[in-house]
């Protein structure tokens, strides 16, 4: 059964500590995303993934990293540093990226973090 | 980069009567437009696109048309059903690196059919 992991479901952290965000997929598509949902805020991208080894920043990075080591993996870390980040964390991958007709995006069922 | 505005950003219509969503974008060079569907506690997910070749696309009750020159795209709803209740996104596809076209999203419209 095909599709897209996002883990855990639901997390809670104290301010201070880093905490990373899990997705999985076996889709075997090339690209991967995070996005970040705020109420009234729509979905803002976070980082974005090509391909194996390459990542690229969205228009919300500060406060976030990630990694590429495996097409199937694209683990998100908040870190101390975002100062803001409860929210609802969703990854998404695509067949692939870089051309000019971007394909459609396959959502995971998302992650919420709550710092406390 | 893109920008991309919606409006409006909640929307009451009765069962059975249209249901219109609007876009406006500003990067002229984006040429793909996406709306994606969200159900209460579910992941978003598509549900019609166009591209910038076509002014009009209809799968069903659903159309999506794209208005290049005054940089405006739009979704209607006919027919509307209590299960079209949900979050509803546009996007469209903008440059972000000589390479790649990434999605921008709307802000979000919240849509009710009541029964």
């Known amino acids: 059964d095909g599709g897209i992991t996002q883990s855990p479901k639901y997390l809670f952290r104290k301010e201070g500590q880093n905490v990373t965000l899990s997705c999985e997929q076996n889709?075997?598509?090339?690209?991967m995303y995070w996005y970040r949902q705020d109420p009234g805020q729509g979905l803002r991208l976070i980082y974005y993934?090509?391909?194996?080894?390459?990542?690229q920043k969205g228009d919300i990075a500060e406060g976030y990293s990630v990694s590429r080591e495996k097409k199937e993996s694209f683990p998100l870390t908040v870190t101390s540093a975002q100062k803001n980040p409860t929210a609802f964390y969703l990854c998404?991958?695509?067949?692939?990226?870089?051309?000019?007709?971007?394909?459609?995006?396959?959502f995971g069922e998302g992650s919420r973090l709550t710092v406390l | 980069g893109e920008n991309v505005e919606q409006h409006p950003s909640t929307l009451s219509v009765q069962e059975g009567d249209s249901a219109v969503i609007k876009c406006t974008y500003s990067?002229?060079?984006?040429?793909?437009f996406p709306w994606y569907k969200q159900e209460l506690g579910k992941r978003p997910q598509l549900i019609i696109d166009?591209?910038?070749?076509?002014g009009e696309k209809k799968d069903q009750r659903i159309a999506v048309t794209l208005n290049k020159t005054a940089k405006h795209f739009s979704l209607h709803i006919t027919e509307t059903q209590p299960e079209d209740s949900a979050v509803y996104f546009c996007?469209?596809?903008?440059?972000?690196?000589?390479?790649?076209?990434?999605?921008?999203f709307g802000s979000g419209t919240q849509l009710t059919v009541l029964p």
């Open positions: 998404a991958s695509s067949i692939r990226s870089g051309t000019a007709n971007t394909g459609e995006l396959f």
């Open positions: 889709l075997n598509h090339d690209a």
């Open positions: 993934s090509q391909i194996v080894n390459d990542f």
């Open positions: 990067d002229s060079a984006s040429n793909y």
């Open positions: 166009i591209r910038s070749n076509v």
């Open positions: 996007a469209g596809a903008f440059v972000l690196s000589g390479s790649a076209r990434q999605l921008t």
